[in-house]
């Protein structure tokens, strides 16, 4: 028998790997410069963590998650997304116990039992930042810069940052009760439990990717009517810091986002480049967060951004990195220079120079068939002559010339040849 991959899951191949390699590299590297720093934890969780943080009603607790018991009789699910676990992790082990602000980074898989569809996979992947520890619109600023900066490295420097605020209780109360009161035509006739879903949590009406819904809404009060007068100003200078530093923003009511938590800031970076598709990620703020995860009140905003979209995304673009092959494949003339052959290879790769070596024994023909395979810069092929002179000879399977070159200079020679 043989066997495939489940449903909704994605093999990334030598082909691929590089790309990923390079995505996830670009983004350690870039969170570094402003201070975040890695943090990894289990790809699963108690259940009750995401129920609480996400919302009992929301689709990703109640269709999307994988949820199991386990052999001791405990309720634990894959995690969904990455906030609540790093923020549980944030709690357990004291990270803010010094105060101050602390900055988290992580790459991580994730789990939804969706429909798989382009760009959309059951286990997914994705990059976040959260900042715990600051209410200043400057924290929120920041995560939106950062994020700009990330898809600007990947080749992305059009995109737009679709900005809203859902502003704090009273403002939300007030605004899901002018929801309700709009929507009141269009959920008399639905049934009675997808009323009660929507009276529990009436923003994710306006998260609906239904176009019923989408068009019951049209003409919907703004979430930025019902904004307390300190929301609004945080708010206002929210924009002039990303004026500052020279972030393409829009301010759009309709973003929402789709968990419990957010508060304040809501945001999702989109590109035109992309047609129907524009959204690349989203992320805001969620003070509550982790009082609600039993901690102190304490500010945080952060952002989570899918790999498999990025991906994509930079692919139809044609910004993909190509994977260049080793730099160097050293070839045995016949079979009594092989020794010598494979010593020379641990020379280059301990001085950090890749160098790759037949081993089949095959003949020289078939060996230089696999330096083109390989799609290595330099053959280095070496005779009983080349033994006999502790010397080699240098193809470059680029311009097709060859050189003569020393053993002892050769790590020297390649090395200044190095892209």
Not at 323 to 349: C, H, K, M, N, Y
């Given at each position: 028998m043989r066997f495939q991959k489940p449903r909704g899951t994605h093999d990334v191949l030598p082909g691929e790997s590089y790309a990923w390699r390079w995505l996830e590299s670009t983004f350690f590297e870039l969170a570094g410069r402003f201070g975040y720093r890695e943090i990894r934890t289990p790809m699963f969780e108690d259940a009750e963590l995401f129920v609480r943080t996400s919302g009992e009603t929301s689709d990703v607790v109640s269709k999307e998650m994988y949820r199991f018991t386990d052999k001791g009789g405990r309720d634990v699910a894959l995690k969904p997304e990455g906030t609540a676990p790093a923020l549980r992790a944030y709690l357990?082990?004291?990270?803010?116990?010094?105060?101050?602000?602390?900055?988290?980074?992580?790459?991580?898989?994730?789990?939804?039992?969706?429909?798989?569809?382009?760009?959309?996979?059951?286990?997914?992947?994705?990059?976040?930042?959260?900042?715990?520890?600051?209410?200043?619109?400057?924290?929120?600023?920041?995560?939106?810069?950062?994020?700009?900066?990330?898809?600007?490295?990947?080749?992305?420097?059009?995109?737009?940052?679709?900005?809203?605020?859902?502003?704090?209780?009273?403002?939300?109360?007030?605004?899901?009760?002018?929801?309700?009161e709009y929507a009141e035509p269009f959920l008399r006739d639905a049934p009675e439990d997808y009323r009660d879903k929507v009276r529990k949590n009436p923003l994710r009406l306006l998260d609906s990717k239904d176009p019923t819904t989408q068009e019951a809404l049209v003409g919907c009060p703004s979430v930025l009517q019902f904004l307390e007068d300190e929301s609004r100003a945080r708010f206002d200078r929210l924009q002039g810091l990303l004026q500052e530093a020279g972030i393409a923003f829009r301010v759009s009511p309709e973003i929402v986002r789709g968990l419990d938590y957010y508060t304040e800031t809501v945001f999702e970076v989109h590109s035109e480049r992309l047609g129907a598709q524009t959204a690349l990620c989203g992320g805001g703020r969620y003070d509550d967060l982790v009082e609600e995860l039993g901690g102190s009140p304490t500010p945080s905003v952060g952002v989570g951004i899918g790999i498999e979209r990025a991906l994509m995304v930079v692919e139809e673009l044609g910004s993909l990195p190509v994977e260049e092959g080793p730099l160097a494949f050293a070839v045995a003339a016949g079979p009594e220079t092989a020794t010598f052959v494979r010593a020379l290879a641990r020379t280059l790769r301990d001085e950090g120079i890749a160098c790759m070596v037949d081993v089949g024994e095959k003949s020289l023909k078939s060996q230089m068939k696999q330096v083109d395979r390989a799609n290595a810069r330099y053959a280095l092929i070496v005779g009983e002559s080349e033994v006999a002179g502790d010397r080699v000879t240098v193809r470059d399977l680029v311009s097709g010339t060859q050189s003569d070159v020393s053993r002892d200079e050769l790590p020297f020679w390649l090395k200044a040849r190095r892209p």
């Amino acid at each position: 028998m043989r066997f495939q991959k489940p449903r909704g899951t994605h093999d990334v191949l030598p082909g691929e790997s590089y790309a990923w390699r390079w995505l996830e590299s670009t983004f350690f590297e870039l969170a570094g410069r402003f201070g975040y720093r890695e943090i990894r934890t289990p790809m699963f969780e108690d259940a009750e963590l995401f129920v609480r943080t996400s919302g009992e009603t929301s689709d990703v607790v109640s269709k999307e998650m994988y949820r199991f018991t386990d052999k001791g009789g405990r309720d634990v699910a894959l995690k969904p997304e990455g906030t609540a676990p790093a923020l549980r992790a944030y709690l357990e082990h004291s990270l803010g116990a010094q105060g101050g602000v602390t900055r988290l980074c992580y790459n991580t898989p994730f789990f939804r039992y969706d429909r798989p569809q382009k760009g959309r996979f059951r286990q997914a992947h994705q990059v976040g930042l959260e900042l715990v520890g600051s209410s200043s619109p400057l924290a929120d600023a920041e995560v939106i810069e950062v994020t700009t900066r990330f898809f600007a490295a990947l080749g992305l420097d059009d995109t737009l940052v679709k900005l809203n605020s859902l502003g704090r209780d009273a403002c939300r109360d007030a605004y899901r009760a002018a929801i309700l009161e709009y929507a009141e035509p269009f959920l008399r006739d639905a049934p009675e439990d997808y009323r009660d879903k929507v009276r529990k949590n009436p923003l994710r009406l306006l998260d609906s990717k239904d176009p019923t819904t989408q068009e019951a809404l049209v003409g919907c009060p703004s979430v930025l009517q019902f904004l307390e007068d300190e929301s609004r100003a945080r708010f206002d200078r929210l924009q002039g810091l990303l004026q500052e530093a020279g972030i393409a923003f829009r301010v759009s009511p309709e973003i929402v986002r789709g968990l419990d938590y957010y508060t304040e800031t809501v945001f999702e970076v989109h590109s035109e480049r992309l047609g129907a598709q524009t959204a690349l990620c989203g992320g805001g703020r969620y003070d509550d967060l982790v009082e609600e995860l039993g901690g102190s009140p304490t500010p945080s905003v952060g952002v989570g951004i899918g790999i498999e979209r990025a991906l994509m995304v930079v692919e139809e673009l044609g910004s993909l990195p190509v994977e260049e092959g080793p730099l160097a494949f050293a070839v045995a003339a016949g079979p009594e220079t092989a020794t010598f052959v494979r010593a020379l290879a641990r020379t280059l790769r301990d001085e950090g120079i890749a160098c790759m070596v037949d081993v089949g024994e095959k003949s020289l023909k078939s060996q230089m068939k696999q330096v083109d395979r390989a799609n290595a810069r330099y053959a280095l092929i070496v005779g009983e002559s080349e033994v006999a002179g502790d010397r080699v000879t240098v193809r470059d399977l680029v311009s097709g010339t060859q050189s003569d070159v020393s053993r002892d200079e050769l790590p020297f020679w390649l090395k200044a040849r190095r892209p």
